[in-house]
Structure formats: C-alpha cells, structure tokens
C-alpha cells in the first residue's frame, strides 16, 4: 500500500503507521480527531520523549470526547535520507523496535504493527520495556543531531575532535537527566551505543540536518528541549544542551528568514 500524506475520505484505516516528525503530531492528532471515528490504533516512532502527549493533545482539541488511539511506541535504527514522498534510501542497516506490552489491546496492535514490518523485510525486536528504547535511542540522538546539524557534518565525523568532545558533553548531560527521571544508564552503556551508531551511520546525514537543509522545523524541542524541560524539573545543570538547543533554533530561524 503506498504511503499517503492525508486521510482519505470516506475511510477509516485499520492502522495508523504515523510517520510525520515529532513537531507535526499534534496537528495530525487534530486531523484524526476531526476526521476519524473510531481512531485506530497508532504506531509512533518519532525521535524523542513525551511525543504521546503531543498527539493526545491534538485529538483533544478536535474532539474531546473522543475515545483516545491505543499508541504503540517503537523506535528505530534504520539510516534514511528521504528523497520524496514515500520514498527513501537507506545508508546502512537497523531495526525496528516495538513494544510488547502486557495490556491486551496495545498487545493486540502492537503484533499487527510487527507483522505489517516484517511482511515488508524489515527487521523486527519485540521488548517488554520500550520506555528504555526510548531513552536509549534519545540519548544518541541529543549526542548525535544538534552537533551534526549545527557543524553541518556527516554522523562520522563525530569521531574526531572538536566534534566528539561537543557530543560527548551532550550525551552526559542526557545521562544525567535520564537517571533522573529513573532511567539509569551507565557512562560504559551509553558511550558503546552512542559510537556504535556513529560508525554504523557513518555516511548519514542526521535527520536535524536533513532538516535544517531543507528549511523546516527540527525535532530539536522533542530531544534537547525536552531533556532540558525534565532536566530542570530535576535541578541538574545542563550547559551544553541549552546551547545546543538554543544554536539549533536560532539557525531555524535564519533559514526561515532567507528569501526564497
């Protein structure tokens, strides 16, 4: 089945396979509220953490009363560029991690989820506990995107200095915040799987650069701001995630101000 951009009229689909960045969900939380009745069960593997709100409060808006999705979160490890609408190429190899709860009717969507990947070939992990796949998967991203995006550089050049001390500083701050918020990663954990990924993704471009490049919004707010917002519920300083954060913005900004 192609890849759509808009609900269809007049049909109300089994699943929802919601692609768009994290920065869009709650407008397309607002169109299924407006538009779908029942609204399906929903997978979401947008970078980031509390992207779930950001779609419940889109539903909300349209439609109060409405029954909320059943939300399946995944993550994922696959290396893209997006080309077009619905088409991609690959710069490496990944999975696709889902949750596998216990709560029958997520169980229920989340099997039809992985069945939908496989069928296509692409590599499925089931686990009990996506929340750490989350978190695993935020940590590399806050090391990962903002440096990546801000440097203008490919994934592999993290590898060297100056550009490995600015991700390095990144990720143990994110360390910090996900102990916090009852998360604990070891210093030994996350820095395997930070270089891990930066060698497999070697050749990528970071989706925030992907981003940046074409001048839209970054998932900046869903992966820096949001460890920054949890990170201050907490009293942890965290120097380099706020300049982080606030470089990306403001390099958002001069490329929304360009003509053309």
């Known amino acids: 089945m192609p890849a759509v951009d808009a609900l269809i009229d007049g049909i109300t689909p089994e699943l929802l396979l919601l692609t768009v960045k994290a920065f869009d969900l709650r407008s397309a939380g607002i169109e299924m509220g407006r538009r779908l009745r029942p609204i399906p069960p929903v997978l979401l593997p947008q970078n980031g953490i509390g992207v779930e ?25 696959i290396p893209v560029t997006r080309l077009g609408p619905g088409s991609l190429r690959e710069a490496g190899e990944g ?24 069928s296509g070939g692409i590599a499925v992990r089931r686990v009990p506990d996506i929340d750490r796949e989350v978190w695993r998967k935020l940590l590399v991203n806050a090391a990962i995107n903002p440096v990546t995006a801000d ?4 994934n592999g050049k993290l590898l060297e ?15 910090a915040v996900s102990r916090a918020e009852g998360q604990p990663f070891s210093d030994v954990e996350a820095e395997a799987e930070l270089w891990k990924v930066v060698r497999a993704t070697a050749a990528n471009r970071s989706s925030m650069l992907q981003d940046l490049r074409r001048g839209r919004p970054t998932e900046i707010d869903a992966i820096s701001g949001e460890l920054l917002r949890r990170g201050r519920r907490h009293g942890l300083p965290l120097p380099a995630t706020e300049r982080a954060v606030e470089r990306i913005r403001r390099r958002v900004e001069e490329r929304s101000a360009k003509p053309g």
């Open 151 to 154: 440097q203008n550089v490919l």
């Open 95 to 118: 999975e696709v991690v889902i949750g596998a709860p216990e709560e029958p009717l997520t169980r229920r969507a989340s099997d039809q989820f992985a069945e939908l990947f496989r």
């Open 161 to 175: 200095e100056p550009w490995r001390g600015q991700a390095e500083a990144l990720l143990h701050e994110a360390i």
């Open 53 to 77: 709100r950001l779609l419940e409060e889109g539903v909300r808006e349209a439609a109060p009363n409405a029954t909320l999705p059943v939300v399946v979160r995944a993550v994922h490890t």
